[in-house]
């Protein structure tokens, strides 16, 4: 098995930002990944500060050689046009399900919160899109999880996350294309995280499941813990302590109080990665 020499990962999109170079932040999530020969973008969170962010952050998007999706959500997706105008078609890996009509729904209240654009739009701009729905080798020595299965009983889908289908019924929404990306470095796995709606404890379940003789070294992105219960947060932390993770990196969809819990469990071993946060491994 192919194992990574060098990785660096740089932060370009997130709610909060670290220094003060002029960077943007905004509630999306975005990484710049450098894995030996192979850049990779991850995310292209809302598309207000990413290309603003790659400049000031000496990320040459034109050095990509493919671009990740996690899932079909506003914050994750909006700045693809941007950065297809700026580099010109490149590979697109994401699960079919990304261009499902979805919305955030609480009673008669409701606002759509899927992707922007329409599949041939992005096609236009040179979106060549690859659909992964399995655990898969995409490069040497970086995989991609595909469909993850929901195994633990303390993380349920969320209620407000629901779809419309072609007949305008409400349906909840699984969202069975919440996809992570794990790169295979000789320090060990690094995890890298969108949202994380399938569940930390269920990703990364099914992660040591394809590569059961990998240790975890990194855990980095969103955990969709912000509105978690204390019971919730509390088993997850009890379960995440069973995987031997040396770093865990939470933002975004975490949530302040929840941060600040995760933090108080693991200690020296947590990273708060804002914009312009830069991880080496």
Partial sequence: MHKISKLRATVLCENSVMGSCGLTG?????LYIEADDSNLLFDTGQGQG????????????????????????YDH???????LNVIGPRPIFCHPDIFLNRYWKQGDSSREIGIRYRRGYLKSLGA????????????PGIYLTGQIPRVTEFEPPDPHMQYKDGNGT???DPINDDIALVIDTKKGLVVVLGCTHSGIINTLKHIRANLPDRPIHT???????????????????????????????????TGLLNGARLYNAFKESYFFPSVGFNLQV
Avoid at 26 to 30: A, P, Q, T
Avoid at 50 to 73: C, M
Avoid at 220 to 249: M, P
């Fill in 26 to 30: 905004e509630h999306g999530w975005s």
């Fill in 50 to 73: 990413i290309l603003t962010n790659s400049v000031i952050l000496q990320k040459d998007l034109t050095e990509l050689r493919a671009i990740i999706l996690s899932h079909g959500h």
């Fill in 77 to 83: 997706t909006s700045g693809l046009p941007a950065v």
């Fill in 128 to 139: 060549e899109f690859t659909y992964v729905t399995d655990f898969n080798e995409i490069f």
């Fill in 170 to 172: 409400w349906h909840q």
């Fill in 219 to 253: 855990v980095i992105g969103g955990t969709h813990l912000a509105s978690a219960t204390t019971d919730r947060l509390y088993r997850t932390i009890d379960a995440l302590k069973t995987f031997g993770i040396r770093r865990l990196g939470a933002s975004h969809c």
